[in-house]
């Protein structure tokens, strides 16, 4: 890659010969100017040709050898004046000698003058230099892709259509398309630094013209926008870019640069990139992500809505079945049990309607709606658990023994919620201990007060008790030890008792057989 130096102007330096060439010149000059202004009676003022005796010298002299040079030259006019007038001293020949001194000391003051902005200039020189050399060490170094662009020849193309008259470069350049690779023609890479060569790879193979055309991604459209930005005259640039590097891949670039007021700085341009391809298709990844994840929440939440429903609905509708039967076998009944037909469809209502509950219920507990609380008697929920739980109590020959603690009688509660937790309860402990051929299959229920904040309901067995492994995981959804279980019943209830500010939980009884504790947060109105 070629990088323009700040070119100086060629210096000669004088080689020591030329100095004592120079010297030795000077000094058969003083010598001669010397012989002719004593021995010779030319009227003239020849001493002012020590001028040249001195400019002759000032090349290889220091500031001190300048001053001793004039002295020895004034001196020798002045010494030459006395040996040929000191005894008729005239006017015009007194004159001659001032204006040879004169032009001495003028002279001598001239060459200082001049040796001193020398030497100014070579220390700004330098000072250039080392700010050239900093400047270009900072490009090559920063870790910053950093490109030096001319782009006076395409400042010039844009003002020049400024001047016919185009107002809106954008408006001008979708009606002729060609515009841009003209412009991308006139941009001429002058440098680049290794993280730019890192970034795209090396130009100068590809490019020689320096040209940026091979750099342009055929969809990219942050060229116009920068052409917008120097046809609008603006002070700086940022935006983001798609550009193919030397390999072929589409990189995308945050780039950025000052553009100068003056129109002469436009041939060197910074142009500073950060490749931001990986951090892009990063968030790309991230978002779609997300997307995917918000589908397979979407997709768990239908799913745990079917199952629970399923779940919960087994109970009312195994019940409607059920009845259903027994309405089916009053009918043939010859003749008809009327009475007994009635009281299978009463139960049968009863159970689409308790259907249609967990259905509604379910699904604002889904949908997070407010529910209102009501006043549920312990007594009669248990007694209507009971009832609807008949007919699987009495085929696996299972009793149920209810005792009601101190002023636990009421709590503020959703009903079917709270009959559904019991349901699950008790079909989980008839299973346990038809399962396990229990002898003397027991429920007991008992409720009582706890620290006057609680109704805790209880549902005890006499099965095997809760297995290490299964306590675990009592409450995770779809966990099962059963071969035809779902796993729902009891994370359903336990969210359900939590929405409400209550819990379920589980322990060994110490005589054997599992315990359900139902904890119900106490209201005001209980008793
Ligand atoms: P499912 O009844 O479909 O298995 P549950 O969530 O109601 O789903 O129960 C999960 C698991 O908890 C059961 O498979 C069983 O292992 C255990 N479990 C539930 N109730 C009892 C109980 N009374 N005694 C012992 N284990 C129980």
Not at 6 to 30: E, K, N, Q, Y
Not at 109 to 118: C, G, Q, V
Not at 140 to 164: C, H, I, N, P
Not at 287 to 311: D, K, N, Y
């Amino acid at each position: 890659m070629r990088i323009n130096h700040l070119t100086t102007p060629a210096a000669v330096p004088a080689t020591p010969s030329h100095h004592f060439a120079a010297r030795f010149a000077a000094f058969i000059l003083a010598v001669t100017v010397f012989y002719v202004d004593t021995f010779t009676s030319i009227e003239s003022a020849i001493a002012v040709l020590y001028v040249i005796v001195l400019l002759l010298a000032a090349e290889s002299l220091s500031r001190k050898g300048i001053w001793a040079v004039s002295f020895v030259c004034g001196s020798l006019a002045i010494v030459s004046y006395f040996g040929t007038h000191s005894f008729s001293p005239d006017f015009p020949s007194l004159l001659r000698l001032a204006v040879s001194l004169a032009a001495l000391l003028i002279t001598c003051s001239l060459i200082l003058r001049n040796d001193r902005s020398r030497s100014d200039l070579i220390a700004s020189h330098a000072a250039l230099k080392d700010s050239e050399r900093r400047y270009r060490s900072i490009f090559e170094q920063s870790r910053v892709a950093l490109w030096e662009r001319d782009y006076s020849q395409v400042r010039s193309f844009l003002m020049g259509l400024k001047a016919t008259g185009v107002i809106d470069l954008r408006e001008y350049a979708a009606a002729r398309p060609e515009i841009i690779s003209h412009c991308v023609s006139l941009i001429r890479t002058v440098a680049a630094n290794a993280a730019a060569r890192d970034l795209l790879g090396t130009i100068g193979e590809i490019a020689p013209d320096g040209s940026m055309r091979r750099y342009l991604a055929p969809n990219d459209v942050t060229f116009l926008e920068l052409m917008v930005a120097i046809f609008n005259e603006e002070n700086s640039f940022e935006g983001k870019g798609n550009l193919m590097a030397a390999d072929g891949q589409t990189k995308l670039v945050l780039m950025s640069m000052t553009l100068p007021d003056d129109s002469s700085k436009f041939d060197r341009i910074i142009v500073g990139m950060v490749d931001i391809t990986e951090g892009e298709m990063t968030q790309k990844a991230l978002l779609e992500a997300q997307a995917e994840l918000t589908r397979a929440s979407r997709a768990a939440t239908v799913g745990a809505l079917s199952a629970s429903l399923a779940h919960e609905l087994n109970q009312p509708l195994g019940a409607l079945v059920v009845n259903a039967q027994t309405m089916l076998r009053w009918m043939d009944r010859d003749p008809p049990d009327l009475a007994a037909i009635r009281r299978s469809a009463e139960r049968m209502i009863r159970d689409s309607k308790r259907a249609s509950e967990i259905i509604r219920n379910t699904r604002s507990l889904l949908s997070h709606e407010v529910q209102i609380l009501e006043r549920v008697g312990l007594p009669e929920l248990i007694a209507e658990t009971r009832a609807l739980m008949d007919h699987d109590l009495g085929r696996e020959d299972v009793t149920v023994d209810v005792t009601y603690g101190p002023g636990a009688r009421t709590v503020a509660a959703v009903r079917i919620e709270l009959q559904q937790v019991l349901i699950n309860l008790i079909s989980n402990a008839i299973q346990v201990m038809a399962e396990k051929n229990v002898p003397r299959r027991r429920i007991v229920i008992e409720t009582e007060r706890r620290d006057n904040r609680s109704t805790v309901i209880s549902v005890r067995d006499f099965g095997p008790g809760i297995s290490e492994e299964a306590m675990a995981r009592l409450f995770v959804p779809f966990f099962t030890t059963k071969a035809t279980g779902m796993g729902m019943g009891l994370s359903i209830c336990k969210s359900m008792m939590e929405a409400r500010g209550g819990d379920l939980s589980a322990r060994n009884h110490t005589d054997g057989g599992a315990v359900f504790e139902v904890t119900i947060p106490m209201s005001e109105n209980d008793d």
